[in-house]
Nanobody, 121 residues
Framework: QVQLEESGGGLVQTGDSLRLSCVTS??????MGWFRQAPGKEREFVAA????????DYADAVKGRFTISTDDARRTLYLQMDRLNVEDTGIYFC????????????????WGKGILVTVSS
């Protein structure tokens, strides 16, 4: 059984930083990713990491501000978020995909329950 649990969310101000963590258990997968859902909006891709060399992919909205990484065992997924702004507010989900790296949420097989990040102006 695969389980994912996010932590590290909270309320911050514009320009602040946060680091999200996602502890996983069960099978390892090829790709690990972060998605977010703002109030009244669709879930959107944020970042992914995968492949033998830890290739990464970022949504344009977070490129240069967010960094995705894992621990050596690829059991914990991180998302370092710097220079946060109000548009980053939302529920952040970690997800695991048994296939190649992708931005498509429907391709991810396992999901955490999500954690709230609120950025105030």
């Amino acid at each position: 059984q695969v389980q994912l649990e996010e932590s590290g969310g909270g309320l911050v101000q514009t320009g602040d930083s946060l680091r999200l963590s996602c502890v996983t258990s069960g099978r390892r997968t090829f790709t690990m990713g972060w998605f977010r859902q703002a109030p009244g909006k669709e879930r959107e891709f944020v970042a992914a990491i995968g492949g033998s060399f830890g290739d990464t992919d970022y949504a344009d909205a977070v490129k240069g501000r967010f960094t995705i990484s894992t621990d050596d065992a690829r059991r914990t997924l991180y998302l370092q978020m710097d220079r946060l702004n109000v548009e980053d507010t939302g529920i952040y989900f970690c997800a695991l995909d048994t296939g190649p790296m992708t931005r498509v949420a429907e391709n991810y097989d396992y999901w955490g329950k999500g954690i709230l990040v609120t950025v105030s102006s």
